[in-house]
């Protein structure tokens, strides 16, 4: 059950130890940057608990988050979790010491969570309110044996409230920092999922994405974000923009933690309709099979060359010269000078024509669905709003997108219109192109507007640092359940270029 207790429960740090735990596995190095499988390892060796290794986080959230501003709310349930995992591990129950099992993981505040903690988008207008349940995806982590740790800051409304509001900021938390450079732009929405994961603040963490809002955080924070193929992963109980294009996706710091992410996730679950036809596309044995340090050998990749409009002497430019030879290096094809046909229809304003009646639709029935809160429908979200504009910082950024969400009365004429226009794009643009190519992936800086309207999926990994230290990853994108494909792609770059290094 939700309660409004205080955005970050503070006072249960202060009875933390304060220490700084190393793990030994081949050579000693601390938690900071341990992948899943080095924590793993760890726990097997008994050289390291999951009590010890949430309070670690729980430590870092304390000294690192008053600035950060990733984290919206912990969980207060983390640390018994934690001994229940502990408990598991040493009577060698089935399923434990390995996947996601005793591992914090990091929540979008748009995913329901059944317990003590908030789900409120960022937004003080859903504080206190009960969900009916577990959203799907946290079903799954808790059947993995996964901790809960808390839940992440974002762009209020996943950015659909306002145009004018920045990226990264919510009522509930304020404006979210990025790591590296605290002038420079964390991106969004999921943008506390992408600061708290960069920092080190947790293991592995949930995003979600309708348009970039998993791939440009993790491109801004030097980290790994998979957005998947649309029906992949449960949308169940996560507080909507548009079915059509919303996915949940893992955001780690590697591309074999985004792995395990994902084969504990992804998965049929009857309250998503999605998932049903989308299951097809799940492997035998899961994606880890699929982290081949040789799987750019082969590959067909297309080089969308107007997305590398960068000055000629800059460090993107240089940079991404470099990571083309060496995929060609690791055996890779690349087709370049390619354009996707109709990608005007991408930046007409079918987008907002669509997604405005579908979110008020998919809002109004999530709104419906809930236990308990203070707003059940679009119209009252809006109307809380404006009687709390100093809360929600009205004067300063509105809710435009709100405002032009509420006339509209279901799939009309004109957003028939508009989804045709995106059917044309998707069969005629991006899918020939690939197809005709014989193409496995598209490469581009920054690709999410591309695969966003037909469900595609796309990975981003860290790339390079510009002036100023500010991260910038290199992005993959395929059809429709080429996850196993964009996986040895990534995991192949990943591993020749090793780009990623901590904050501080």
Same mark, same amino acid.
Request: hydrophobic share 35%.
């Given at each position: 059950m939700a309660t409004n207790s205080s955005p970050l429960i503070f006072s249960m740090f202060l009875l933390l130890p304060l220490f700084l735990l190393s793990i030994t596995s081949s050579g000693s190095h601390h938690i900071r940057e341990a992948t899943v499988e080095d924590l793993q390892l760890a726990f097997k060796q008994n050289k390291l608990t999951s009590r010890q290794l949430v309070k670690f986080y729980l430590k870092e959230i304390q000294k690192l988050n008053p600035s950060l501003r990733g984290v919206i709310e912990v969980n207060p349930d983390a640390l018994d979790q934690a001994d229940k995992a502990d408990k598991e591990h040493q009577a060698k129950a089935q399923g434990s010491l390995m996947g996601l099992h005793g591992i914090p993981v990091l929540l979008k505040d748009n995913i329901a969570t059944k317990d003590e903690m908030n789900t409120t988008a960022g937004s003080y207008a859903l504080l206190g309110s009960i969900v009916p349940q577990d959203a799907g995806v946290v079903a799954k982590l808790r059947r993995a044996g996964a901790i809960i740790l808390g839940k992440a800051s974002l762009s209020e409304w =996943?950015?659909?409230?306002?145009?004018?509001?920045? @990226?990264?900021?919510?009522?509930?938390?304020?404006?979210?920092?990025?790591?590296?450079?605290?002038? +420079?732009?964390?991106?969004?929405?999921?943008?506390?999922? +992408? #600061?708290? %994961? +960069?920092?080190?603040?947790? =293991?592995v963490s949930l995003g979600t994405e309708t348009d970039g809002s998993i791939l440009c955080p993790s491109f801004l924070n030097s980290i790994v974000g998979i957005k998947p193929t649309v029906g992949l992963i449960s949308r169940a109980g996560v507080i909507p923009i548009t079915p059509r294009q919303d996915t949940v996706g893992p955001m780690c710091r590697t591309i074999a933690d985004a792995a395990y992410v994902l084969d504990a996730i992804a998965g049929l679950d009857y309250n998503d309709k999605a998932t049903i036809e989308a299951s097809k596309?799940?492997?035998?044995?899961?994606?880890?099979?699929?982290?081949?340090? $040789?799987?750019?050998?082969?590959?067909?990749?297309?080089?969308?060359?107007?997305?590398?409009?960068?000055?000629?002497?800059? #460090?993107p430019a240089k940079t991404y010269e470099q990571h083309f030879k060496t995929l060609r290096q690791a055996g890779a094809v690349l087709i370049d000078n390619l354009e996707v046909k109709h990608k005007d229809i991408l930046t007409s304003n079918y987008e907002d024509i669509a997604i405005n009646a579908e979110f008020k639709l998919a809002l109004n029935a999530?709104? %419906?669905?809930?236990? $308990?809160?203070?707003?059940?429908? @679009?119209? *009252?979200? #809006? +109307?809380? $709003? $404006? !009687?709390?504009?100093?809360?929600?910082?009205?004067?300063?950024?509105?809710?435009?997108?709100?405002?032009?969400?509420?006339? %509209?009365?279901?799939? !009309?004429?004109?957003? !028939?219109?508009? @989804?045709?226009?995106?059917?044309?794009?998707?069969?005629?643009?991006?899918?020939?192109?690939?197809?005709?190519?014989?193409? *496995? =992936? @598209?490469? =581009?800086?920054?690709?999410s507007h591309y695969i966003a309207s037909g469900g595609y999926p796309g990975i981003t990994v860290p790339a390079g640092y510009d002036i100023g230290g500010i991260p910038f990853g290199i992005n993959f994108a395929g059809l429709k359940g080429s996850e196993p494909t964009l996986i040895e792609i990534a995991y192949s770059f990943e591993q020749a270029t090793k780009v990623r290094r901590p904050p501080f």
């Open positions: =996943a950015h659909w409230r306002s145009r004018s509001s920045p @990226l990264g900021w919510c009522a509930r938390s304020g404006y979210g920092k990025n790591p590296y450079n605290f002038s +420079a732009e964390p991106c969004g929405s999921s943008s506390g999922s +992408a #600061i708290s %994961t +960069a920092a080190n603040m947790v =293991a596309y799940i492997p035998q044995g899961g994606y880890k099979q699929f982290l081949k340090l $040789n799987g750019l050998k082969g590959k067909r990749l297309g080089i969308l060359r107007s997305e590398f409009a960068f000055e000629k002497e800059s #460090i999530y709104l %419906t669905q809930l236990v $308990n809160s203070p707003v059940r429908s @679009l119209k *009252d979200v #809006i +109307a809380f $709003n $404006n !009687r709390n504009p100093g809360l929600e910082k009205m004067k300063e950024y509105g809710q435009d997108h709100f405002m032009e969400a509420e006339p %509209t009365n279901g799939i !009309r004429e004109k957003e !028939r219109e508009a @989804l045709s226009k995106f059917e044309i794009y998707s069969k005629y643009g991006f899918e020939k192109l690939i197809q005709n190519n014989k193409l *496995d =992936a @598209l490469v =581009a800086p920054f690709i």
